[in-house]
């Protein structure tokens, strides 16, 4: 029943309130000077735990920064290091993959039939990309969107999101989520990178510009590939 309340000032502001309690009546009224230092202490900490987290968290964003643009200018190496349509396709996913932190991915290209040829994959089996051969690339949701424009895109498993059949083959993985990025030569559709997830849909870090310049460059990378190689063969 008796207490001593002061303000926490900050900055010239008041940031909270210090409460101190007794059950029973202190042996000595408590100075009020020694209150207001006390209160001061204590603005001053908080201020100072306010401020290391701001600094942690500019760190943690320019550290993001930092390996996105690591992520970005290894991307752009992997025509001259590959030695083949395979290892650029398997070098590029895996790098995709692990950029993003999915769990699987798979590199398609649009073939002259309509169909999609899988080129390389990660995490998956056989029998998850089998679920689509043969299908018209035309029938599938994402390459529907590329065609008619649409950039890279994340999108959840949830019922009404995906069709029954792909929601069910999804859930068997214990994917929660897709990605899709297409990958276009001259404004011209070649195929895209599908990355599934398997973390919570909220947990997934999705940048709009880090993951459009992404598409980018593994397109220039399919089309820098195609040119070396006709260069040689010239």
Known sequence: TNVAIVGLPAAGELIGILGLGWR???????????????????????ANARLVERLEATLVAERRISEEHAALSSLTLVPEMAADLAALAGTTLAQVVSFLGAAAGAYALLGPDDRLVHVAHIGIGDDFIDNVRGVPASDMTPIRRFLAGDGPYLQPYVEGGSKPVNLRRAREQGFTAY????????????????????RP??????????????????SISLANFRLRDELIAA
């Open 24 to 46: 029973e009546p202190p042996p000595e009224r408590v100075p009020t000077m020694l209150l207001r230092q006390a209160a001061a202490l204590v603005a001053v900490s908080i």
């Open 179 to 198: 990605a899709s990025l297409p990958i276009r030569i001259a404004d011209r559709f070649e195929g895209l990178i599908t990355v599934w997830f398997r």
């Open 201 to 218: 849909f909220e947990s997934i870090a999705w940048s709009g510009p880090t993951v459009e310049a992404i598409s980018r460059i593994i």
